[in-house]
């Protein structure tokens, strides 16, 4: 089974922060993605990568970074957090070739006090 | 433009009945798939279903149908005499470009004991 392991399930961190979201998958996926959550948005992706060191902005990049240095993790970073950063963060994975499938990890709710 | 369309918001039916959920979508590309992914209120998206454009047969899996159809651009998914494990909202999706995934916004299913 593919596992997307994220690596915080609950965070509260304040105003202008530093914050780090991290995910690891074990499955040799070359695509790695970060997607935020919000009540009557759905889902929107936020940065994506298809290889180590590669990433391509989403829909809503703004006020975030990642990071893949390993083809098994993908990190979201937000610089200075800020409170309408409060969401649900998933963090997503898929093989290119296959008709790749999309695969998920639990989530991360961060709130931002 | 790709686009995927989940035009009913909530749905609530008591346990036994059966129940469709919606989804239309819009691409331009003659190659594409469509998924359906389930969140229950834990916060992780299950896969659950995918197609691809070439194959417009219907598909079961137990009390879990899918209707696609190339000619209104829709691929519905009927679950038969539902059950209060089947309460979570509901994901449709359409990869296309290759590696990009769009979801719509969701569909949340209450079904009342």
């Known amino acids: 089974d593919v596992k997307v392991t994220q690596s915080s399930r609950y965070l509260v961190k304040r105003t202008g922060e530093k914050v780090f979201l991290e995910c690891v998958q074990d499955?040799?996926?070359?695509?790695m993605f970060w997607y935020r959550q919000d009540p009557g948005l759905g889902l929107r992706l936020i940065y994506f990568s298809y290889d180590v060191k590669m990433k391509e902005k989403g829909d809503i990049p703004e006020g975030y970074s990642v990071s893949r240095e390993k083809k098994e993790r993908f990190s979201l970073i937000l610089e200075s957090a800020s409170t309408n950063q409060t969401s649900m963060y998933l963090c997503?994975?898929?093989?290119?070739?296959?008709?790749?499938?999309?695969?998920f990890g639990e989530g991360s709710w961060l709130t931002v006090v | 433009a790709q686009k995927v369309t989940q035009a009913q918001t909530e749905i609530s039916v008591v346990e036994k009945e059966d129940v469709t959920l919606d989804c239309v979508y819009e691409t331009r590309d003659t190659t594409y798939y469509l998924f359906w992914y389930k969140q229950p209120p834990s916060g992780e998206l299950v896969f659950l279903i995918r197609?691809?454009?070439?194959?417009?047969q219907n598909e079961i899996s137990g009390r879990y149908s899918w209707n696609f159809q190339k000619s209104t651009s829709s691929f519905n998914f009927t679950i038969t005499a539902s059950q209060v494990v089947d309460s979570a909202v509901y994901f449709c999706?359409?990869?296309?470009?290759?590696?990009?995934?769009?979801f719509g916004s969701g569909t949340k299913l209450n079904v009342k004991p």
């Open positions: 197609r691809n454009s070439f194959d417009e």
């Open positions: 999706a359409l990869r296309y470009n290759f590696n990009k995934f769009y």
């Open positions: 997503a994975s898929s093989k290119t070739w296959g008709g790749n499938t999309i695969y």
């Open positions: 499955m040799d996926h070359e695509n």
